[in-house]
């Protein structure tokens, strides 16, 4: 359940390539298909040419076509030009809620929506600081150091990815989210001494939300079950959840009841053996202070 959010390159002409990999799944294509028809039919309303729209965009008459062709994904800004240059009166910038839900790689959107439909979430983060409570310069830094590389479009599309996850922490009524830190990510300067700062405050920030328990693993406590690696719960107001431990499993997410409550067992003596969370902000705000 902890993904890549890469998977699509953003250029700065208003538009987001999409791979033309195993990510650009068919409800992705049908959407981006039917959005670029659309476009096309108000265009020819119009009585446009697409270099005419093109100039009028303040973009090239390909980068037209391959919109309307489902080949870019438009941007919300270049749907708000369309419409008021095509006088659409809010119908094409409306579309851009139906982009927004195919914009990233379908495993980022899985996992979203996943995130978006738990009532309880359960995290032990090992190496580094957990998706969800990255600030975006650290997540820009992580991403720039992959190898290979990724281009600089590709790390940007990446971040606003890992971004996008963040909304879980404005769900109302929100869900029930654990987060089990170990001490050694968080004296990692990642991105330098200013960004691992503003890490440090976001920590903070989020640790005091009241729907969130954020507990660090010092580095001086003893053997625990996660040192085999991360642990990952979600669990659904229907009583059913999903989990995948490094450690278990062979890595694999698993559902079945008998599994899950290893996993459960697991995390809860990693919640025993760490700070308390009064303990875990203090421990932070020390970081802090040091760097």
Avoid: C
């Amino acid at each position: 359940m902890s993904v890549d959010d890469g998977g699509t390159a953003k250029v700065a002409d208003g538009v987001d390539e999409p791979d033309q990999g195993p990510d650009l799944d068919d409800e992705g294509e049908a959407v981006l298909k039917s959005v670029g028809r659309q476009l096309k039919l108000w265009r020819e309303g119009a009585g446009l040419r697409a270099a005419e729209l093109g100039e009028a965009l303040g973009y090239g008459e390909n980068l037209i076509y391959k919109v309307e062709t489902g080949k870019r994904i438009p941007r919300p800004e270049y749907l708000e030009k369309a419409d008021e240059v095509l006088g659409a009166g809010g119908k094409i910038a409306a579309m851009k809620q139906d982009v927004a839900e195919v914009r990233y790689p379908k495993k980022v959107r899985a996992l979203t929506k996943l995130e978006a439909q738990a009532v309880e979430i359960a995290v032990y983060a090992s190496l580094g600081i957990h998706g969800l409570l990255q600030t975006e310069g650290h997540a820009k830094a992580l991403l720039e150091a992959r190898r290979p590389a990724y281009s600089p479009d590709e790390v940007e599309h990446g971040v606003a990815a890992r971004m996008a996850r963040r909304s879980v922490f404005d769900r109302s009524p929100a869900p029930a989210l654990s987060f089990v830190q170990e001490e050694a990510a968080l004296r990692r300067p990642v991105g330098g001494t200013m960004e691992w700062r503003r890490q440090l405050e976001r920590l903070l920030e989020v640790g005091q939300l009241r729907s969130v328990t954020l507990q660090v693993m010092p580095t001086h406590a003893d053997a625990h079950p996660g040192v085999d690696g991360e642990i990952e719960m979600l669990k659904f107001g229907d009583g059913t959840a999903v989990g995948r431990s490094e450690g278990a499993f062979a890595g694999r997410p698993v559902s079945d009841p008998k599994q899950l409550r290893i996993l459960d067992l697991r995390y809860g003596i990693i919640r025993a053996q760490a700070l308390t969370p009064r303990e875990s902000l203090a421990f932070i705000e020390k970081a802090l202070g040091e760097t």
